[in-house]
């Protein structure tokens, strides 16, 4: 039957399904896709290998495939594109999909599948990849039918970036990679049912703009929902900052889209974000977010949550409004759409502005900022990682190149954020949502790719990095000059702290036994290994990794038992941080409803 | 939170007639930890290519809200409609009851058949399968009534629902 089906349709204008696939990427504008070949995909392979348009960055494991296309997602605005084969291929990928999910990340992941007639039978290398990923993805499709092809392609990037963005997977079996199919032009497809409201409505705009001028302890509190609205959003925000006179604060995944070096910038808030932010949003009469989901991270104990505010919010996401936290003026829309109104809005508007008790307002976030609540004490010649970050981006900074920064997930990637200031958006990849050990180094990976004379710098804990240390070989490969920069505690830190502060400092298994000398695996992988034992060494090796041309693992031993303030302790308030070591001791703020929480 | 603030809803759900809604739509229910009382599918427009998911569920108002949001952000849903909110509305199921008896039995069963307008789709010297619809509470209040006189078998489709006068729904 197949063979009628390919004699019969060789006459029209069709190719093989691989064909198709790449002439759809080409269309949508893909320049580079990052894979791992396999039996199922191969014929995709092949078209690959005949043609130039698309590069393709050969990973060492599949989910570092879908944290590089995320890094180059997050750093150029467009989709980030994974191939992978059937089975494995695609198990291995399903981390970075719900990664890429949780920080609403636009890629489109295309999976190999065994031949159709074979689906269901337990076939070598088959997985029910659509029934596994459904909750890891945005959507997903498997393409049954030929015809079906090139429209799905086309329909998968459609939904990965419109909206909220987010992964989808589009499932291939191999006899459709194989057989004839014909191709539709992406101009002809508009989608059925998915359709997301961009334009914020009008009523809701205007109102937020009358509790905001009426407000007399207001706060801006952004996310990465501006990010992802692209820069003009960044903009647009720092705007409405400036014209309301507001101060503002930023989600971890929020940082760059508003400066962080503007005076009315209070720094991150939540867990570990500043005092000034956290009382700020504890004090607050309204605050609007914007592009932020009230995530547990930010809230800390839901009914002290901002207890006297009216809160406003506005997401492209219906559904991330009144999930966590009941808002007063909810608006629907795109973040840049949003902010253009509410800056419309509040030139036309006649009410006046609460300027007398908003002057107070800032005496009181003056008061809180004097508290220096990031200051740290870099003595003798023990490496302080904060002062190690520090020194990174001053010393960055003074090179004047383009930075980006990548983080794994531990106290490092919290004290980059808390000392590394961006001014720009898409500048900063860490992994919120899902907190993923092992993403930075191919979320790097991804960004060097997009921005090959960039300075790209994965900021990293000894035990995170070898998640994923495999990309190594990749970088090598591809002489991506990523910058590795290990803050070295020899312990898994963040697990650390938390059994200090929880678990009666029984330390079960977070020491980081056994770790490989750094400086020797760069060598093994091609690249130049450097390490820091003392502080007055710390600016030599920051100075040669920055000035070396390939990829680089610094190896900085840093002070172990390091921990990162300010804390707001799970199950706590805004207004119950823990501000550093002093007050951790005698620290009971721990509920037993606490101890339950992550 | 309390109790009192536990309503059920009934949401009707307009969805592409796809492989794997229904998958998408319990998934949504069992990965959030929301309740699924009753489940109900069917095409309704094969040209179209629509189906019409009926569901019944419990919760908070903000709990609700959030189930409606959810099931509106699934990339082939076309339409969420709480037909609790949205104002009177009309919510049937049928059910096939099977009773086995002999004697007085039969006969107290065929006249409270009568009394319920169910009707007799099956008859054995020994049995009947009744087959009735109305709404959950008629079913119910039959069936309690059936079990003292031989209740073997029931099989229920669970409710379909629908607005009152104009109101309707479209892709
Ligand atoms: C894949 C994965 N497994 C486990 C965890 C839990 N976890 C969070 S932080 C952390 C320790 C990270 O250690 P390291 O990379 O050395 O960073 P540090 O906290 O010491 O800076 C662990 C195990 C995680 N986030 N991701
Ligand atoms: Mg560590």
Redesign the pocket.
Known sequence: MSAAIASSTATTDQRPGAEVVLRALKEQGVDVIFGYPGGAVLPIYDALFQQNAIRHILVRHEQAAVHAAEGYARSTGKVGVVLVTSGPGATNAV?GLVDALMDSIPVVCLTGQVPTHLIGNDAFQEADTTGITRPATKHNYLVKRSEDLARVVHEAFYVARSGRPGPVVVDLPKDILIKPAPYVEASKIGHRSYRPVMAPDPARIQEAVRLLKRSERPIIYAGGGVINAGPEASRLLAEFVHLTGMPCTNTLMGLGSFPASDPQFLGMLGMHGTYEANLAMYGCDVMLNIGARFDDRITGRLDAFSPNSKKIHADIDPSSINKNVQVDVPIVGDAGQTLAALIECWKQDPTPVAKPAQLDWWKSIDEWRAKKCLAYVQQGPIIK?QHAVKRLFEMTKATGRETFIST??????M?AAQYFGFDKPNHWMTSGGL????YGLPAAMGVQVAHPDALCIDI??????L?NIQEMGTLAQYRLPVKVFI???E???????WQELLHGSRYSE?Y?EALPDFVKLADAFHAKGLRATTADQLDDVIREMLAHPGPVIADICVAKDENCFPMIPSGAAHNEMIMGPDQEKNARSVTDEGMVLV | MSDSNVRTATIAVLVENEAGILARVVGLFSGRGYNIEILTVAPVDEEKRLSRITVVTTGTDMVIEQIKAQLDRLVPVHRVNDLSLAGPHLVRELALIKVIGQGDHRVEALRLADAFRARVVDATTESFVFEMTGDAEKIDAFCALMRPLGLAEICRTGAVAIARGTLHMAA
């Open positions: 981390t990682p794994e997930v531990g106290q490092h990637q004290w907190g993923t050990m092992g990293a804990g000894e035990a995170s990095i998640m803050l070295n505690n312990y898994m830190g963040m697990v650390r702290q977070s980081s």
